[in-house]
T-cell receptor, first 114, second 115 residues
Framework: EAGVAQSPRYKIIEKRQSVAFWCNPISGHATLYWYQQILGQGPKLLIQFQNNGVVDDSQLPKDRFSAERLKGVDSTLKIQPAKLEDSAVYLC????????????FGQGTRLTVV | AQSVTQLGSHVSVSEGALVLLRCNYSSSVPPYLFWYVQYPNQGLQLLLKYTTGATLVKGINGFEAEFKKSETSFHLTKPSAHMSDAAEYFCAVSGVTGGGNKLTFGTGTQLKVEL
């Protein structure tokens, strides 16, 4: 079974530029998560989708971050414009259902903003 | 609201010694609890989970954890540490809330295994 796919693995951009990350979850998984993991910290949930609807985006900085999950399958996360403090690993995860079921993680995208 | 507290950001043990990583949770609804491991430059991998039923949960690589409701704890243990166990470990909690099921992570514990 293929795992959660993310691209790119690494990205370096200058502040005020824009960047997009892509995630393809495990086939059939209804729930998709985007997490931000700053160095030395635990993952912080940015947004959670159930199929193509948003369940939780309370910690998404909506003035610069946006995410979509068209057709309830793959998803993109965008940052525009980027700030230095956005440097982090962005993790995508999916689960068959929400809550109580295992979330499977991709390898993440390491973003460096200079 | 849910939260997780992991005591000790760094734990060091000798190879062959007991591993004990502490996790306390807060949840207003019956929790589901998880332990994940993260190796350098990798995503998170599930070690074990508690949903319902038996409170002692066995996971991969010889790890186990016990759900203690009275202590709101879910500590991770392994009887004998191996060098390959060196990694970062995250405790997480989720549960059914009005806003859906959100998986909330602790700040992590870096495990170092010494010869």
């Amino acid at each position: 079974e293929a795992g959660v796919a993310q691209s790119p693995r690494y990205k370096i951009i200058e502040k005020r530029q824009s960047v997009a990350f892509w995630c393809n979850p495990i086939s059939g998984h209804a729930t998709l998560y985007w997490y931000q993991q700053i160095l030395g910290q635990g993952p912080k949930l940015l947004i959670q989708f159930q199929n193509n609807g948003v369940v939780d985006d309370s910690q998404l900085p909506k003035d610069r971050f946006s995410a979509e999950r068209l057709k309830g399958v793959d998803s993109t996360l965008k940052i525009q414009p980027a700030k230095l403090e956005d440097s982090a690993v962005y993790l995508c995860a999916s689960s068959l259902l929400a809550g109580g079921t295992e979330a499977f993680f991709g390898q993440g995208t390491r973003l460096t903003v200079v | 609201a849910q939260s997780v507290t992991q005591l000790g950001s760094h734990v060091s043990v000798s190879e062959g010694a007991l591993v004990l990583l502490r996790c306390n949770y807060s949840s207003s609804v019956p929790p589901y609890l998880f332990w994940y491991v993260q190796y350098p430059n990798q995503g998170l991998q599930l070690l074990l989970k508690y949903t319902t039923g038996a409170t002692l949960v066995k996971g991969i690589n010889g790890f186990e954890a016990e759900f203690k409701k009275s202590e709101t704890s879910f500590h991770l243990t392994k009887p004998s540490a191996h060098m390959s166990d060196a990694a970062e470990y995250f405790c997480a909690v989720s549960g059914v809330t009005g806003g859906g099921n959100k998986l909330t992570f602790g700040t992590g514990t870096q495990l170092k295994v010494e010869l």
